[in-house]
């Protein structure tokens, strides 16, 4: 048997075992290779763009951390400095 790709028709490879003798690709075989190119390169177009979701999500969680850091620094200076104005009262 002798290996006859559906995409390597259309450049990649997917296929079947086939005799030698029998190695042409019906019309519904060669569309199957040429969906799967098509997919495949849809894939490869949407790649950029689900990267770019997940650096999104990625920064939205990293803000959210800071903003929330930040708030409980500057409760921490405010508790600071009434503690200072106190101790200044004090003397």
């Not at 199957?32 to 790649?47: N, P, S, V, W």
């Not at 400095?81 to 009262?89: D, V």
């Amino acid at each position: 048997m002798i290996h006859v790709s559906y995409r390597k028709e259309s450049r990649k490879d997917y296929g079947e075992d086939r005799n030698p003798s029998n190695t042409n690709l019906c019309r519904e075989q060669l569309a199957l290779g040429c969906m799967l190119r098509i997919a495949d390169a849809l894939e490869k177009m949407a790649q950029p763009h689900v990267d770019l979701i997940e650096r999104a999500d990625r920064l939205d969680k990293d803000t959210t951390f800071l903003a929330e850091l930040c708030d409980k620094k500057d409760r921490q200076i405010r508790g600071l400095r009434g503690a200072f104005k106190r101790m200044k009262k004090g003397t």
